[in-house]
């Protein structure tokens, strides 16, 4: 995954900056691929106790597979002259054709707690055009849930919630409370009517 040079958001500090949610996405591992002759002090300061392979000065075959290494997503941007980090799977181009298949079956909880939060954080670090992808990837999964999230929020059994992440369950309980606050505005003014009519008699 290419990291633009010299990229900033020219904010002081980010809106998200003490979201909790943003806060632990952005403290998940992910698979990266180190230079081989990165410092193993670099990655122990991240908690990543690592067996760098003995290469041969002259094995440059060797030299240019570098290493793997798991290191938090926060970390991409720092870290970039000694390790390039991998753009999850469920984020990739295919991933889009699953979900235009249908995006209320997957399972975006199981796939990642913070979902949505970890491809903001990915469309933050890349180059503009894969920011963009990403971003719309994000959009265009989230709109075509919005349906099933609606439909799900007016049963009246106690909905499964726990499939949700964070951003699906607000939209998920914002639809439900005005659900109800409408049933009972619609139970008052039937009980209203009633009472008029009664006066009327």
Same mark, same amino acid.
């Given at each position: 995954?290419?990291?633009?040079?010299?990229?900033?958001?020219?904010? %002081?500090?980010?809106?998200?900056?003490?979201?909790?949610?943003?806060?632990?996405?952005?403290? =998940?591992?992910?698979?990266?691929?180190?230079?081989?002759?990165?410092?193993?002090?670099?990655?122990?300061?991240?908690?990543? #106790?690592?067996?760098?392979?003995?290469?041969s000065e002259n094995d440059?075959?060797?030299?240019?597979?570098?290493?793997?290494?798991?290191?938090?997503?926060?970390?991409?941007?720092?870290?970039?002259?000694?390790?390039?980090?991998?753009?999850?799977?469920?984020?990739?181009?295919?991933?889009?054709?699953?979900?235009?298949? #249908?995006?209320?079956?997957?399972?975006?909880?199981?796939?990642?707690?913070?979902?949505?939060?970890?491809?903001?954080?990915?469309?933050?670090?890349?180059?503009?055009?894969?920011?963009?992808?990403?971003?719309?990837?994000?959009?265009?999964?989230?709109?075509?849930?919005?349906?099933?999230?609606?439909?799900? =929020?007016?049963? =009246?059994?106690?909905?499964?919630?726990?499939?949700?992440?964070?951003?699906?369950?607000?939209?998920?309980?914002?639809?439900?409370?005005?659900?109800?606050?409408? %049933?009972?505005?619609?139970?008052?003014?039937?009980?209203?009517?009633?009472?008029?009519?009664?006066?009327?008699?």
């Amino acid at each position: 995954m290419n990291i633009p040079n010299g990229k900033s958001n020219h904010e %002081i500090v980010a809106p998200d900056y003490f979201d909790l949610e943003t806060c632990l996405a952005e403290a =998940s591992l992910f698979e990266s691929k180190a230079i081989y002759n990165a410092s193993e002090d670099v990655f122990k300061i991240l908690g990543q #106790d690592i067996q760098v392979p003995k290469i041969s000065e002259n094995d440059d075959v060797e030299k240019a597979k570098g290493f793997e290494v798991n290191i938090p997503l926060w970390s991409a941007v720092p870290l970039a002259r000694y390790a390039t980090i991998y753009l999850p799977e469920y984020f990739k181009p295919e991933a889009l054709e699953t979900i235009k298949a #249908d995006a209320n079956i997957i399972p975006v909880n199981e796939i990642h707690r913070y979902y949505y939060a970890i491809g903001r954080g990915f469309a933050k670090i890349t180059d503009d055009g894969e920011a963009r992808r990403i971003l719309n990837h994000l959009h265009y999964l989230y709109r075509n849930r919005l349906e099933g999230l609606l439909k799900t =929020s007016q049963c =009246s059994a106690e909905p499964m919630t726990k499939s949700l992440v964070r951003d699906e369950k607000e939209f998920f309980d914002v639809s439900r409370n005005t659900y109800q606050e409408l %049933i009972n505005w619609w139970r008052y003014q039937s009980k209203d009517d009633v009472r008029k009519r009664k006066c009327n008699f």
